[in-house]
DNA sequence: TTATAAAACTTCAAGCTTGAAATAATTGCC
DNA sequence: GGCAATTATTTCAAGCTTGAAGTTTTATAA
């Protein structure tokens, strides 16, 4: 998924974009990922599911989580058990459905993610500088059309 | 790294470019790894290791495929040990420096390389369809920057 | 009612991923 | 030459990821 297209051609365009657009996502995943590490001691999978929980302070299902942050429901599971271990969140069983539980974060766990989340918003700020602000925004846009046209299809 | 920045203000623009580059390349991901498994019962990292070796007949170094991929050294020596007992990669001790070893596509791992290559450049032109011709090459160069400009920091 | 299906989760095996530690070979320096 | 540093690679533990299979609970419908 890295390579590129070595010919030319109809169709060569959209593969360019995609290997371009890989490239970028993990070369800038890949640093942040290295100073959630060393400076927050946590992985990109926990902060994900923190920020997900930070914006529902009413909890979310599993299953929330699992569609939210397009991830199967089995790697949910895992990642929430060590968030729990660690007491950053709660799983508690819910009396009216009880198949479900609802995730919660903890008091510590709301402000751990405050002061991850800004520095994650300082480094992203800074990994993505070279990009205008006015840039930002059209790339934005155009990939914001992928994705209603990505959930309208069929 | 998927949830969105709730507040406004200065930078806000720059992470929520980063979460709408972040979704479209794992939703894009996902559904080729998908197909990937279906139709070619092979994976992403095998498809990319042997994209990089399509491209370089006189064989790889180890390292090499490492810097390529932007993925660890560790990481390689395993999908290459999986795609060697497949018979689609051989590695081969060189006499110069005993330390490294050649690794190239085999005959078999070449025309099999071939076949799954097509269907995924016509998967890429298919999930992206929505974006235009010109969109993409606008992407292309916005993220062609970018990537300049990555490789020249400190 | 009471089977049967559907839904929400968990468990598991296999594979991917990293970073750190270990091995082995080469290079550079005295 | 001999020895320290460097380079190329492998090994390993811990965690992430998926898809399939299993469990428990709820909904449906004859």
Redesign the pocket.
């Known amino acids: 998924m890295v390579a590129g297209p070595t010919s030319v051609g109809p169709g060569k365009d959209r593969l360019r974009l995609w290997i371009r657009l890989l490239r970028a996502s993990?070369t800038i995943e890949?640093e942040l990922?290295?100073r959630l590490?060393?400076e927050f001691d946590?992985?990109?999978?926990?902060f994900?599911v923190m920020a997900a929980l930070y914006r529902s302070p009413e909890g979310m299902?599993?299953?929330?989580?699992?569609r939210f942050?397009?991830?199967?429901?089995?790697?949910?599971?895992?990642?929430?058990?060590?968030l729990v271990s660690e007491g950053l969140v709660t799983?508690a069983r819910?009396?009216?459905?009880?198949?479900?539980?609802?995730?919660r974060l903890t008091e510590e766990g709301s402000k751990a993610f405050a002061a991850i989340a800004a520095a994650h918003e300082s480094w992203v700020g800074e990994l993505l500088g070279t990009v205008s602000e006015d840039e930002a925004r059209r790339l934005t846009g155009m990939l914001k059309s992928f994705r209603s046209n990505w959930e309208g299809r069929e």
């Open positions: 993990r890949a990922r290295e590490k060393k946590t992985t990109l999978p926990r994900d299902l599993m299953s929330d989580l699992s942050l397009l991830v199967s429901n089995g790697n949910v599971t895992g990642i929430v058990d060590r799983r819910r009396n009216g459905d009880r198949r479900t539980s609802m995730v």
